[in-house]
């Protein structure tokens, strides 16, 4: 059973302009959010996170968006740059997993064209 | 800078064979974690281990098993390979219980 779930499997978007990565989850329980970026053949990279406790965090061109009673969380890139193209994954964690371990979602691949 | 190194980064096996990925991280972190990765699955747990000689299992443990004998090592045992473990796995670490997981490069296994 899929907790968390990014419903869009990739996306494309110019060099420049905004790139929007949302990601829903089911579980109530989960209270800590992370984005990771993934290139190909190289394991994931942390990017940025957000507790339940705020509904926003920045940091450079990335911001995470949470918005808890909708369960939904959104990941912007501004401005997009062609070495954003990777694979974003959203993970969460909760009380419900004993907080070790995390649940991610199924990736975005974000294509920035120049 | 945190650094989790796997043993190798592509390995090429035959069904049937034992197969042993290791992971070691080099900054004192006390929880380590496997996964697998396949393409529209996402990233999916195997084990974790928050300490050593403890061990969890994840969401898909079956056929596969762990060993984590010091702190900075953590191994993924696969008693006999079969053709659908050909995946990428990724080891990762953290430091405490809601750490953020640091990930390895992965390895690319292949099970003939």
């Known amino acids: 059973d899929q907790q968390v779930k990014q419903n869009s499997p990739s996306l494309s978007v110019q060099e420049g302009r905004i790139s929007i990565l949302n990601c829903d989850y089911t579980n109530s329980m989960f209270d800590y959010f992370l984005w990771y970026k993934k290139y190909p053949a190289e394991g994931p990279t942390f990017l940025i996170s957000i507790s339940s406790i705020k509904d926003k965090n920045e940091d450079g061109r990335f911001t995470v968006f949470l918005n808890k009673s909708a369960k939904h969380l959104s990941l912007h890139i501004v401005p997009s740059q062609p070495g954003d193209s990777a694979v974003y994954f959203c993970?969460?964690?909760?009380?419900?997993?004993?907080?070790?371990?995390?649940?991610f979602g199924k990736g975005t691949s974000l294509l920035v064209t120049p | 800078d945190v650094k989790v190194t796997q043993s190798s980064r592509y390995l090429v096996k035959r069904t049937g064979e034992k197969v042993f990925l290791e992971c070691v991280q080099d900054?004192?972190?006390?929880?380590m974690f496997w996964y697998r990765q396949d393409p529209g699955l996402g990233l999916r747990l195997i084990y974790f281990s928050y300490d050593v000689k403890m061990k969890e299992k994840g969401d898909i443990p079956e056929g596969y098993s762990v060993s984590r004998e010091k702190k900075e090592r953590f191994s993924l045992i696969l008693e006999s390979a079969s053709t659908n473990q050909t995946s990428m796995y990724l080891c990762?670490?953290?430091?405490?219980?809601?750490?953020?997981?640091?990930f390895g490069p992965g390895t690319r296994l292949t099970v003939l």
């Open positions: 990762a670490s953290s430091f405490g219980p809601r750490g953020t997981q640091y």
């Open positions: 993970a969460a964690s909760g009380a419900s997993n004993s907080g070790y371990a995390l649940n």
């Open positions: 900054m004192d972190h006390e929880n």
